[in-house]
């Protein structure tokens, strides 16, 4: 096992294109950390320079005590998990999983003491014959986990490993490489740009964007305390609702937006330093879908909000209720690269000059679309952005 540090990475491509920019990282010895974002963010091109596939133009990469710059892979004692398998397909199971060790000249009685104990880990004994032919994606996969594991190296670099797998197994494949790492203890660097793998893998999670680190924090954190409108609109599905808001102070701090006030808890402006600057300005307000409830079924407490619902999505767990909010959307460019992923194929706009909310209420609820219901908001944990520089206002910047 071992630390992995990033220290001022650049990789800059021919044409002056960055791939990574100025990225420090500290990934702890033993720490599960998913690096994340959309695609062309610099998460692959990180991976594959910690493992020595990319030359970096500048900073150091360090694995354990030593300075990797000039070494080739196979000298920096790492294993790496690809999307697509890269299994002999000549070769069985036992084979592809003894390969490594055998191109290292590890002892036989070793390689084959490995192989059983690897196998009999990820479930592969009775498969140890079949060739990759004879396998399903899922079996695939736990190979290609096998013959990472079973090189014991100091560090697993997995680039999108899950990613050809259907969803269900997808989940089921998760929980496997969850409990891997809590059995083996080994560093590992994983790449997606799937938010919800992210969320439910990573120890800490890593957020890129056009190759600069803009948060990394626990989960939690990214979800509750987002640095950045990037931050903020990528991570949480469904998204996080944004609006141009006005800061007033009437009695009690609200923000008002199209015709509704929510109320500022005194709680939430004590910690949030410098957000009672904004009072009779124009802020970018957020709020989780997960903040609102039914307002039939919420706290009294709670700011209520009267909306007509264009659609209601029924998922047995819960209910996504879709609603206009009668003002233009908030035009940010770190809004629309959070919301895109590299496809240039738009949804058709059917709100008009209005902008569509998500709220996420609780399956019991009655609201159906076509009629006018009350939402209630949790504004316990509401967000606000500068307008101009898209920064959170009163949370703590990106870390490495």
Request: aromatic share 6%; hydrophobic share 40%; proline share 6%.
């Amino acid at each position: 096992m071992a630390q992995i540090v990033l220290d001022h990475v650049d990789k800059l491509y021919p044409g002056g294109v960055k791939g990574i920019d100025g990225l420090n990282l500290a990934i702890s010895d033993g720490e599960f950390m998913v690096l994340v974002g959309p695609s062309g963010c610099g998460k692959s091109t990180a991976l594959r320079s910690i493992a020595g596939l990319e030359e970096i133009t500048s900073g150091t990469i360090s694995i354990g005590s030593r300075v990797v710059n000039d070494l080739p892979p196979k000298d920096r004692d790492i294993a790496m998990v690809f999307q697509n398998y890269a299994l002999y397909p000549h070769m069985t199971v036992e084979q592809n999983l003894a390969f490594g060790l055998q191109q290292r000249k590890t002892p036989k009685d070793e390689i084959r003491r490995r192989v059983a104990e690897t196998a009999r880990m990820l479930g592969l004994d009775e498969y140890l014959k079949r060739k990759p032919a004879a396998l399903s994606g899922g079996q695939r996969q736990r190979v290609a986990m096998g013959r990472a594991i079973v090189r014991e190296p100091q560090a697993f670099l997995m680039d999108e490993p899950l990613s050809n797998l259907d969803a269900k197994l997808r989940v089921s494949m998760r929980a496997s490489l969850a409990q891997l790492h809590d059995r083996l203890g080994v560093t590992t660097v994983y790449v997606t740009h799937d938010q919800v793998e992210a969320m439910t893998l990573g120890q800490r999670v890593c957020v890129l964007r056009d190759g600069k680190l803009q948060q990394v924090d626990t989960p939690q954190r990214l979800y509750n305390s987002p640095v950045n409108l990037f931050v903020a609109g990528f991570i949480g599905s469904p998204a996080m609702n944004f609006v141009t808001a006005r800061l007033v102070k009437d009695g009690g701090a609200s923000a008002v937006f199209a015709g509704h006030k929510l109320a500022v808890p005194d709680s939430l402006l004590s910690a949030r330093p410098g957000l009672d600057g904004y009072f009779d300005r124009d802020v970018i307000l957020g709020v989780r879908p997960s903040d609102f409830e039914d307002a039939a079924l919420a706290e009294p407490s709670w700011s209520r909000v009267p909306v007509q619902p264009s659609v209601t999505e029924e998922l047995g767990s819960e209910i996504h209720v879709i609603f206009p909010i009668e003002t233009a959307p908030v035009q940010h460019a770190s809004i629309t690269d959070a919301r895109s992923d590299g496809d240039d194929d738009e949804a058709i706009p059917l709100a008009g000059n209005r902008t569509m909310w998500t709220a996420r209420v609780a399956a019991r609820s009655q609201i159906r679309p076509g009629s006018v219901a009350e939402l209630a908001v949790d504004t316990s944990n509401l967000q606000f952005f500068d307008p101009d520089s898209g920064l959170a206002v009163g949370q703590q910047p990106a870390g490495g």
